[in-house]
């Protein structure tokens, strides 16, 4: 692939446009809305009303678990920009320590935040099976490329690996109950994490034998290695495809958003 078109119609050069996704404001902010994403289709399967929402005012809300696995992903992949980001010491984020400090940084963490993030890296630093998944590999690698709706038509997709090697793709993932059966699972199917595998195998040209979670548990810091049965693969390929057909119902075939209904039997 040569070149690569974006939603918005722009027209890229592969080389150039993957050397700018190192950028994170250029990855989450213009391509969060030039290209499609794992973000994307779980917007898209929870309401197109929220995805035209989210992609047109970019107001997604940062709960504390996404600040709390964002900096955990930092810890562990990315240690210098871990340490260097604003960190101030208050009980609360309604303190006017914490608001003064937002006023002049774009991002701020306390350092209860700070220390939790610390806590489940060391957990994962230190357990030699989730070392192994880290050793000898890149990290935050980025990626672009099409996936091709059931409609034939074909829409670009970006993701970035946590960790890539030439034989395997692992994304880290933080959980709760992770030695309760199923409890990984089910919050595979519920956050989308299915889906994100299917893209990423499709975007790295990797199979899904070939793909792992890594997770640690925000309560007791076990940590897993999780691998994706063929069933699970196909599953996050099906609800990609089901999110494709609302993205075209509503933002390529222009069905009327305010007739979007969601139809229910009790």
Known sequence: MDTIELLNGELFR?????????????????????ALSSSSIKLLLDS???YKYVTEYSKQEETSAL???ALFHQ???EPDKFEKNVYVDVQSKNTKAYKLAKEEHEKVFTIKEKREAERLAD????????????????????????????SGNKYPFRAKADILDSYRICDIKTTTNLNKENAFKNSAYKYGYLSQAYIYC??????????F???????????????????????????????LD????FFINGAELDNYCIRLTL
Do not use: W
């Open 123 to 150: 957990a994962f630093l230190r357990n030699e099976p989730a070392l192994k998944m880290i050793t000898d590999c890149e990290f935050e690698v980025p990626a672009i490329g099409y996936i091709t709706a059931r």
């Open 48 to 50: 197109p009303k929220k």
């Open 213 to 243: 979670f890594v997770a640690v548990d925000k309560q007791t810091t076990d940590v897993g290695v999780i691998d994706l049965s063929e069933d699970s693969y196909n599953y996050g390929k099906e609800k990609v495809l089901d999110a």
């Open 67 to 69: 600040i709390a696995g």
């Open 75 to 77: 810890a562990i992949l």
């Open 202 to 211: 499709e975007l790295f040209n990797k199979s899904y034998e070939e793909f």
């Open 14 to 34: 592969h080389d150039e446009i993957l050397e700018l996704m190192k950028d994170d404001e250029f990855y989450y902010g213009y391509l969060g809305k030039a």
């Open 246 to 249: 609302v993205y075209e119902t």
